[in-house]
């Protein structure tokens, strides 16, 4: 009687999930670090970006050099709880991918095509981040 040892194979779906959240997680560390960047060009000088056409939501350059500056800092460090596998990297990810996209939203007029850029990536990362239940939980941190 020959018994069957092998372990089972792991499905498509959590498979693409897995890639997708390993993906999401490099891509927070990418934007969290364009996001210091960014802050620290606006905060630095003014004149670095330049203002496209009249916007509702109106900050000034250095206001918005210091909430990408922190917003980028924070997201780097969730991006590490992802890469780790951890349940607060998912959550804070989430929660920071989306406050991601506010922000880029209301920073449209200085940086459009990034800003439009980086809100699509924010929304892949709370996709991927959503849908994949079985990388999380793993390890406790």
């Given amino acids: 009687m020959s018994q ?3 372990s089972p194979e792991p499905s498509t779906k ?3 999930a897995s890639g997708g959240t390993l ?8 934007i ?4 210091v960047i960014w802050g620290i060009a606006g905060i630095a ?7 496209v056409g009249d916007y509702t939501f109106k900050f000034d350059l250095t206001s918005w050099g210091w909430i990408h500056l922190i917003l980028g800092i924070i997201v780097v460090l969730s991006a ?7 349940e607060w990297g998912r959550a ?3 929660t920071l991918a989306a406050l991601n996209t506010i922000a880029h939203f209301l920073s449209l007029p200085y940086q459009p095509w990034w800003s439009l850029f980086t809100m699509a990536i924010s ?8 849908t994949d239940t079985q990388s999380f939980g793993r390890t406790k941190g």
């Fill in 92 to 94: 804070a990810g989430i």
């Fill in 14 to 16: 959590s498979a693409w």
């Fill in 45 to 51: 000088e003014d004149d670095v970006y330049t203002r």
């Fill in 32 to 35: 969290g670090i364009m996001d």
């Fill in 123 to 130: 929304i892949f990362v709370i996709w991927a981040l959503a």
């Fill in 4 to 6: 069957n040892t092998a």
């Fill in 80 to 86: 590490y709880g992802i890469l780790k596998g951890t």
């Fill in 23 to 30: 993906f999401a997680g490099v891509l927070m560390l990418v």
